[in-house]
Protein backbone atom coordinates (compact mmCIF):
# COMPACT_ATOMS: atom_id res chain seq x y z
CA UNK A 1 0.00 0.00 0.00
CA UNK A 2 1.50 3.10 -0.89
CA UNK A 3 1.84 6.43 1.57
CA UNK A 4 -1.19 7.97 -0.48
CA UNK A 5 -3.36 5.15 0.03
CA UNK A 6 -2.61 5.13 3.61
CA UNK A 7 -3.07 8.87 4.25
CA UNK A 8 -6.46 8.83 2.58
CA UNK A 9 -7.37 5.22 4.54
CA UNK A 10 -7.17 7.46 7.48
CA UNK A 11 -8.51 10.20 6.25
CA UNK A 12 -11.45 8.07 5.94
CA UNK A 13 -11.47 6.50 9.08
CA UNK A 14 -11.32 10.38 10.50
CA UNK A 15 -14.38 10.97 8.69
CA UNK A 16 -15.95 8.23 9.99
CA UNK A 17 -15.55 8.69 13.83
CA UNK A 18 -16.01 12.47 13.48
CA UNK A 19 -19.77 12.23 13.22
CA UNK A 20 -19.61 10.01 15.73
CA UNK A 21 -17.62 12.11 18.27
CA UNK A 22 -19.92 15.11 17.07
CA UNK A 23 -22.99 13.30 18.17
CA UNK A 24 -21.85 12.48 21.31
CA UNK A 25 -21.25 16.56 22.09
CA UNK A 26 -23.84 17.69 19.73
CA UNK A 27 -25.99 19.88 22.90
CA UNK A 28 -29.71 19.79 22.84
CA UNK A 29 -31.48 20.96 20.23
CA UNK A 30 -33.40 23.99 21.11
CA UNK A 31 -36.31 24.27 18.42
CA UNK A 32 -37.48 21.22 20.05
CA UNK A 33 -40.16 21.23 23.18
CA UNK A 34 -38.86 17.89 24.62
CA UNK A 35 -35.48 16.49 23.62
CA UNK A 36 -34.90 12.95 24.02
CA UNK A 37 -33.09 11.69 27.19
CA UNK A 38 -29.36 9.66 26.27
CA UNK A 39 -27.58 8.38 29.36
CA UNK A 40 -24.31 6.31 29.39
CA UNK A 41 -24.58 2.86 31.04
CA UNK A 42 -21.83 0.06 30.97
CA UNK A 43 -22.70 -3.32 28.97
CA UNK A 44 -20.10 -5.83 28.53
CA UNK A 45 -17.10 -3.54 29.60
CA UNK A 46 -17.94 -1.15 27.12
CA UNK A 47 -19.91 2.52 27.66
CA UNK A 48 -22.59 2.39 25.47
CA UNK A 49 -25.26 5.69 25.12
CA UNK A 50 -29.20 4.57 25.63
CA UNK A 51 -31.82 6.63 24.28
CA UNK A 52 -35.45 7.16 26.37
CA UNK A 53 -36.71 5.65 29.79
CA UNK A 54 -38.04 2.76 31.24
CA UNK A 55 -41.75 3.43 31.47
CA UNK A 56 -42.43 0.49 34.51
CA UNK A 57 -40.60 1.99 37.24
CA UNK A 58 -40.86 5.68 36.37
CA UNK A 59 -44.96 5.15 36.38
CA UNK A 60 -44.84 3.87 40.52
CA UNK A 61 -42.20 6.82 41.05
CA UNK A 62 -44.80 9.81 39.20
CA UNK A 63 -47.98 7.42 41.50
CA UNK A 64 -46.12 8.18 44.64
CA UNK A 65 -44.75 11.92 43.69
CA UNK A 66 -48.54 12.76 43.02
CA UNK A 67 -49.68 10.91 46.21
CA UNK A 68 -46.86 13.25 48.37
CA UNK A 69 -48.29 16.30 46.36
CA UNK A 70 -52.23 15.17 46.76
CA UNK A 71 -51.25 14.96 50.66
CA UNK A 72 -49.51 18.63 50.57
CA UNK A 73 -53.13 19.54 48.91
CA UNK A 74 -55.31 17.47 51.20
CA UNK A 75 -53.87 19.56 54.36
CA UNK A 76 -54.41 22.79 53.08
CA UNK A 77 -57.98 22.15 52.98
CA UNK A 78 -57.46 20.55 56.59
CA UNK A 79 -58.44 17.23 55.20
CA UNK A 80 -55.63 15.79 57.89
CA UNK A 81 -56.88 11.94 57.41
CA UNK A 82 -56.54 11.75 54.04
CA UNK A 83 -53.23 13.65 53.89
CA UNK A 84 -51.74 11.30 55.92
CA UNK A 85 -53.09 8.22 54.59
CA UNK A 86 -51.64 9.77 51.07
CA UNK A 87 -48.28 9.60 52.20
CA UNK A 88 -48.60 5.65 53.32
CA UNK A 89 -49.52 5.27 49.84
CA UNK A 90 -46.39 6.86 48.54
CA UNK A 91 -44.36 4.61 50.81
CA UNK A 92 -45.72 1.46 49.08
CA UNK A 93 -44.93 3.18 46.07
CA UNK A 94 -41.72 4.17 46.53
CA UNK A 95 -41.11 0.43 47.81
CA UNK A 96 -42.23 -1.15 44.53
CA UNK A 97 -40.64 1.57 42.11
CA UNK A 98 -37.58 0.30 42.81
CA UNK A 99 -37.65 -3.72 43.33
CA UNK A 100 -39.67 -3.45 40.16
CA UNK A 101 -37.21 -1.79 38.07
CA UNK A 102 -34.22 -4.44 40.20
CA UNK A 103 -36.59 -7.54 39.26
CA UNK A 104 -37.73 -6.70 35.44
CA UNK A 105 -33.76 -5.44 34.82
CA UNK A 106 -35.07 -1.36 34.20
CA UNK A 107 -32.51 -0.04 36.64
CA UNK A 108 -31.48 3.77 35.34
CA UNK A 109 -29.75 6.59 36.29
CA UNK A 110 -32.45 8.96 35.26
CA UNK A 111 -35.11 6.42 37.65
CA UNK A 112 -32.60 7.08 40.23
CA UNK A 113 -32.29 10.73 40.33
CA UNK A 114 -36.46 10.98 39.18
CA UNK A 115 -37.05 8.40 42.74
CA UNK A 116 -34.71 10.65 44.86
CA UNK A 117 -36.58 14.09 43.81
CA UNK A 118 -40.15 12.31 44.13
CA UNK A 119 -38.94 11.26 47.90
CA UNK A 120 -38.09 14.84 48.47
CA UNK A 121 -41.71 16.04 47.83
CA UNK A 122 -43.68 12.59 49.71
CA UNK A 123 -41.15 12.26 52.28
CA UNK A 124 -39.36 15.59 53.15
CA UNK A 125 -41.82 18.50 51.81
CA UNK A 126 -45.40 16.99 52.19
CA UNK A 127 -45.07 15.47 56.04
CA UNK A 128 -43.73 18.71 57.18
CA UNK A 129 -46.53 21.03 55.92
CA UNK A 130 -48.96 18.25 56.38
CA UNK A 131 -47.76 18.75 60.54
CA UNK A 132 -47.11 22.56 59.97
CA UNK A 133 -50.61 22.78 58.70
CA UNK A 134 -52.29 20.57 61.49
CA UNK A 135 -50.24 21.53 64.63
CA UNK A 136 -47.58 23.83 63.89
CA UNK A 137 -48.60 26.92 62.43
CA UNK A 138 -50.15 28.48 66.01
CA UNK A 139 -46.26 28.19 67.14
CA UNK A 140 -44.92 31.16 65.74
CA UNK A 141 -41.29 30.98 64.89
CA UNK A 142 -41.29 27.56 66.49
CA UNK A 143 -43.44 26.09 64.71
CA UNK A 144 -42.66 26.81 61.58
CA UNK A 145 -38.46 26.41 62.32
CA UNK A 146 -39.45 22.24 63.59
CA UNK A 147 -40.89 22.34 59.99
CA UNK A 148 -37.54 23.72 58.23
CA UNK A 149 -35.43 21.19 60.55
CA UNK A 150 -37.35 18.33 58.89
CA UNK A 151 -37.27 19.60 55.44
CA UNK A 152 -33.91 20.38 55.48
CA UNK A 153 -32.78 17.09 56.73
CA UNK A 154 -34.76 15.12 54.64
CA UNK A 155 -32.59 16.80 51.96
CA UNK A 156 -29.38 16.41 53.33
CA UNK A 157 -30.27 12.55 54.13
CA UNK A 158 -31.03 11.95 50.49
CA UNK A 159 -28.21 13.60 49.60
CA UNK A 160 -26.09 11.75 51.30
CA UNK A 161 -27.83 8.16 50.44
CA UNK A 162 -27.10 9.41 46.97
CA UNK A 163 -23.63 9.98 47.07
CA UNK A 164 -22.96 7.06 49.46
CA UNK A 165 -25.18 4.64 47.60
CA UNK A 166 -22.03 2.15 45.79
CA UNK A 167 -20.29 1.94 49.26
CA UNK A 168 -22.50 1.07 51.63
CA UNK A 169 -23.75 -1.81 53.40
CA UNK A 170 -26.66 -2.86 51.93
CA UNK A 171 -28.23 -4.67 54.67
CA UNK A 172 -28.31 -1.31 56.89
CA UNK A 173 -29.02 2.76 56.39
CA UNK A 174 -27.23 5.35 57.88
CA UNK A 175 -29.32 7.35 59.46
CA UNK A 176 -33.39 7.34 59.82
CA UNK A 177 -34.95 6.54 56.02
CA UNK A 178 -37.06 9.52 54.99
CA UNK A 179 -40.17 7.04 54.33
CA UNK A 180 -40.03 5.93 57.68
CA UNK A 181 -39.88 9.47 59.22
CA UNK A 182 -42.49 11.08 57.28
CA UNK A 183 -44.57 7.45 58.02
CA UNK A 184 -44.04 8.99 62.43
CA UNK A 185 -45.31 12.17 61.26
CA UNK A 186 -47.88 11.03 58.89
CA UNK A 187 -49.23 8.35 61.83
CA UNK A 188 -49.06 11.21 64.06
CA UNK A 189 -51.54 13.23 62.73
CA UNK A 190 -53.70 10.52 61.91
CA UNK A 191 -54.00 9.27 65.51
CA UNK A 192 -54.87 12.86 67.06
CA UNK A 193 -57.28 12.86 64.01
CA UNK A 194 -59.18 9.97 65.05
CA UNK A 195 -58.84 11.47 69.49
CA UNK A 196 -60.30 14.68 67.47
CA UNK A 197 -57.54 16.74 68.34
CA UNK A 198 -58.22 19.14 65.72
CA UNK A 199 -57.82 23.12 65.30
CA UNK A 200 -59.35 24.36 68.69
CA UNK A 201 -59.19 20.88 70.74
CA UNK A 202 -55.63 20.62 70.21
CA UNK A 203 -53.99 21.70 73.35
CA UNK A 204 -50.89 23.69 72.80
CA UNK A 205 -48.65 22.01 75.16
CA UNK A 206 -49.36 18.60 72.69
CA UNK A 207 -48.23 21.32 69.51
CA UNK A 208 -45.31 21.91 71.15
CA UNK A 209 -44.59 18.00 71.36
CA UNK A 210 -45.27 17.31 67.61
CA UNK A 211 -42.83 20.29 66.88
CA UNK A 212 -40.34 19.06 69.19
CA UNK A 213 -40.86 15.22 67.54
CA UNK A 214 -40.81 16.91 64.01
CA UNK A 215 -37.33 18.27 64.66
CA UNK A 216 -35.76 15.29 66.56
CA UNK A 217 -36.93 13.07 63.86
CA UNK A 218 -35.52 15.18 61.40
CA UNK A 219 -32.26 14.65 63.07
CA UNK A 220 -32.81 11.33 63.16
CA UNK A 221 -32.35 11.07 59.49
CA UNK A 222 -28.93 12.75 59.01
CA UNK A 223 -27.73 10.83 62.28
CA UNK A 224 -24.97 8.06 62.43
CA UNK A 225 -27.22 5.27 63.53
CA UNK A 226 -27.16 2.18 61.62
CA UNK A 227 -30.99 0.98 60.86
CA UNK A 228 -32.15 -2.51 59.04
CA UNK A 229 -32.59 -1.41 55.63
CA UNK A 230 -35.00 -5.41 55.04
CA UNK A 231 -33.00 -4.75 51.16
CA UNK A 232 -31.85 -8.54 52.13
CA UNK A 233 -34.91 -10.12 52.17
CA UNK A 234 -35.59 -12.67 49.24
CA UNK A 235 -39.34 -12.06 48.72
CA UNK A 236 -38.37 -15.03 45.41
CA UNK A 237 -37.18 -17.47 47.48
CA UNK A 238 -38.63 -20.06 49.83
CA UNK A 239 -39.74 -19.37 53.90
CA UNK A 240 -40.82 -21.59 56.49
CA UNK A 241 -44.55 -21.44 57.00
CA UNK A 242 -44.75 -20.13 60.09
CA UNK A 243 -43.35 -16.85 58.42
CA UNK A 244 -46.56 -16.41 56.14
CA UNK A 245 -48.90 -17.08 59.58
CA UNK A 246 -46.50 -14.54 61.44
CA UNK A 247 -47.13 -12.00 58.15
CA UNK A 248 -51.39 -12.45 58.83
CA UNK A 249 -51.15 -11.91 62.61
CA UNK A 250 -49.43 -8.96 61.68
CA UNK A 251 -52.08 -7.57 58.91
CA UNK A 252 -55.01 -9.05 61.57
CA UNK A 253 -53.03 -6.55 64.13
CA UNK A 254 -52.81 -3.70 61.94
CA UNK A 255 -56.33 -3.71 61.04
CA UNK A 256 -57.40 -3.55 64.31
CA UNK A 257 -55.99 0.19 64.37
CA UNK A 258 -54.28 1.36 61.87
CA UNK A 259 -52.56 4.79 63.05
CA UNK A 260 -52.24 3.53 66.44
CA UNK A 261 -50.39 0.45 65.52
CA UNK A 262 -48.51 2.25 62.72
CA UNK A 263 -47.45 4.81 64.94
CA UNK A 264 -46.46 2.48 67.47
CA UNK A 265 -44.21 0.09 64.93
CA UNK A 266 -42.63 3.09 63.19
CA UNK A 267 -41.57 4.47 66.61
CA UNK A 268 -39.96 1.26 67.35
CA UNK A 269 -38.12 0.88 64.56
CA UNK A 270 -36.63 4.89 64.70
CA UNK A 271 -35.60 3.57 68.23
CA UNK A 272 -33.63 0.93 66.89
CA UNK A 273 -30.82 3.37 65.38
CA UNK A 274 -30.14 4.48 68.44
CA UNK A 275 -30.45 0.86 70.44
CA UNK A 276 -28.38 -0.61 67.81
CA UNK A 277 -25.87 1.49 68.41
CA UNK A 278 -25.62 1.19 71.82
CA UNK A 279 -24.66 -2.26 71.61
CA UNK A 280 -22.13 -2.25 68.73
CA UNK A 281 -20.22 0.08 71.13
CA UNK A 282 -20.67 -1.81 73.98
CA UNK A 283 -19.45 -5.05 72.38
CA UNK A 284 -16.69 -2.74 71.11
CA UNK A 285 -15.53 -1.97 74.24
CA UNK A 286 -16.09 -5.79 75.71
CA UNK A 287 -13.92 -6.64 73.12
CA UNK A 288 -11.06 -4.47 73.71
Known amino acids: MSAQDDESGQATDAMAT ?7 TVPPRLDLPVDEHEEEVSEDGR ?7 YLLPNL ?20 FENAAVAIFFAMVLDGLDGRIARLTNTSSKFGAEFDSLADMVSFGVAPALVVFSWALGGLGKFGWSAAFIYVACAALRLARFNTQIDTADKNY ?20 HDLGLMGAELPRELSIVVGILTALVGFLMIANFPYYSFKGIDFRGRVPFVVMIAVVLIFGLITLDPPSILLAGFLAYALSGPVMQGVRRRRNRLNT
Open 47 to 53: TVRQRGI
Open 173 to 192: FTGLASPAAAAILASTVWVC
Open 18 to 24: EPEAAAS
Open 60 to 79: FTTAALFAGFYAIIAAMRGD
